[in-house]
């Protein structure tokens, strides 16, 4: 069985942000079993990376969870970016798009309370997984 994951990297958000992309920064892939491996060995030159959030993918790839999240975010170029080093599945979030996804979903299940919003990486992990399955 696959999983699909999403992966942060601190210093890769710090340079996003000197850039222009913001701090928002997240990788989402597909692996066959424990995903810390891969983030062990790094991304993008960097080896700080650890692992949001992790849920079963059943029998997709990584090219199709990519494509289906493609239809919803724009993933980041690694051509245009040399620091990126052809890392695939690398996705800029703006908070406020966090935000709606949040609001519109607690709506949706009949939690209509307005309660202050603090975002967190899990939040981030959680809007990306679920438009990645979907």
């Not at 994951?5 to 701090?23: C, E, I, N, P, Q």
């Not at 090219?63 to 620091?83: A, F, S």
Request: glycine letters at 10%; charged letters at 30%; zero cysteines.
């Amino acid at each position: 069985m696959s999983v699909v994951y999403v992966a942060r990297s601190t210093r890769l958000g710090r340079w996003a942000s000197d850039v222009g992309l913001g701090k928002n920064i997240y990788k989402v892939g597909v692996a066959d079993g424990d995903p810390k491996a891969l983030a062990a060995s790094g991304w993008a030159g960097e080896t700080d990376w650890t692992i949001v959030r992790r849920k079963e993918a059943g029998d997709l790839s990584e090219e199709e969870v990519l494509e289906r999240l493609g239809r919803k975010e724009k993933m980041i170029d690694p051509n245009l970016y040399p620091k990126l080093k052809g890392a695939a599945g690398v996705f800029r979030l703006t908070p406020e798009r966090i935000h709606n996804h949040i609001i519109v979903t607690r709506a949706l299940a009949g939690e209509s309370e307005r309660v202050e919003l603090k975002l967190k990486p899990g939040d981030y992990a959680d809007y990306l997984i679920h438009n990645a399955l979907r």
